[in-house]
């Protein structure tokens, strides 16, 4: 029941900025962690940021430093701001819910709901 929507993808040039925006709707936006995934082609769907008013935020290994996860509640909105992006960034990312906020978990199955995605390229 839970809806969520994807914007600002696009295509940059390496070490540009991009900055993502999910935006929630169909139950109660603070109740849940929110998690950013991404998925190349060929490639396993991949954690990149996870924000939880439990647990707080972890970030995959490969994007720390570049990326920041935030939420608002009250606009039932979470942002990815993408800084010094590399070609290897390319992918579809993905914003997810998962009803258990008090979770570290940064597996594609522990969240239960999936915007439709929205893509990132960078050129070289």
């Known amino acids: 029941q839970v809806q969520l929507v994807e914007s600002g993808g696009g295509l940059v040039q390496a070490g540009g900025s991009l900055r993502l925006s999910c935006a929630a709707s169909?139950?109660?936006?603070?109740?849940?962690?929110m998690g950013w995934f991404r998925q190349a082609p060929g490639k396993e769907r991949e954690f990149v940021a996870r924000?939880?008013?439990?647990?707080?935020?972890y970030y995959a290994d490969s994007v720390k430093g570049r990326f920041t996860i935030s939420r608002d509640n009250a606009k039932n909105t979470v942002a990815l701001q993408m800084n010094s992006l590399k070609p290897e960034d390319t992918a579809v990312y993905y914003c997810?819910?998962?009803?258990?906020?008090?979770?570290?978990?940064?597996?594609?199955?522990?969240?239960?709901?999936w915007g439709q995605g929205t893509q990132v390229t960078v050129s070289s």
């Open positions: 997810a819910a998962d009803r258990d906020s008090y979770s570290r978990a940064i597996e594609s199955s522990a969240y239960q709901y």
């Open positions: 169909g139950s109660t936006f603070s109740s849940y962690a």
């Open positions: 924000i939880s008013r439990r647990t707080g935020i």
